[in-house]
């Protein structure tokens, strides 16, 4: 990837924070929905954001455990149409519930949209809520999530790229790699299960 296509903001909500930054593109992309993201042509952008979370890089996330993520394109959620991507912590409690759900979790991509767990994270205000993602089990982060993402859950749900969210995190039992969640305000969930979100704020630490 070019040394300039993306840059680095933070922390972004005063807090003086030091897991809470944005890997922004230097070109003119407007988010989730853009057709660019989801090509050959795309620099990969997750892996980027990983890599530059780490210690000794400029976005070092100091936290427990790191969280990415993307919101979807609704503007009660996103403040900015310029795609970017969120290098944060993952709040408590999260590691362990997927771990949890391990067992259920497919590292097949053509499997991605039918695995469905609820996961309890927390509201802006510090409050437990849950909310039903799908969730896929990577072994690194080389490939395009977008278009993994485009390729395997939207275009067979017949859903649209603009009303996705898509976070990572580590994998920390077995043999690593990462989990993959992806959620949409329309998700269709199981009987029982709470409904999804477009927004990644459920999972990710940034005050």
């Given at each position: ?94 590691q362990t519930q ?30 437990p809520a849950p ?77």
């Amino acid at each position: 990837m070019p040394a300039d296509d993306t840059h680095l903001r933070g922390p972004q909500r005063g807090s003086g924070s030091n897991h809470d930054f944005l890997l922004v593109p230097s070109c003119r992309i407007s988010g989730i929905e853009c057709p660019f993201i989801a090509t050959s042509a795309a620099p990969n952008y997750w892996l980027d954001a990983w890599n530059n979370a780490q210690p000794g890089q400029p976005a070092h996330v100091v936290y427990p455990h790191i969280g990415l993520g993307i919101n979807s394109a609704d503007p009660t959620i996103r403040q900015q149409d310029q795609l970017h991507i969120h290098l944060a912590g993952i709040h408590s409690g999260i590691q362990t519930q997927l771990n949890n759900h391990d067992g259920m979790i497919t590292n097949n991509p053509s499997a991605w949209r039918n695995q469905i767990v609820p996961v309890w994270g927390l509201t802006s205000t510090g409050a437990p809520a849950p909310r039903s993602y799908r969730v896929l089990h990577v072994a690194n982060l080389n490939q395009n999530l977008f278009m993994l993402l485009r390729d395997n859950v939207v275009a067979p749900t017949g859903a649209t790229m603009a009303a996705q969210m898509l976070a990572v995190t580590p994998r920390l039992i077995g043999n690593g790699g990462f989990y993959v969640l992806n959620s949409e305000p329309g998700l269709s969930v199981p009987a029982g299960q709470p409904g999804g979100t477009g927004t990644t704020d459920f999972l990710l630490a940034y005050a």
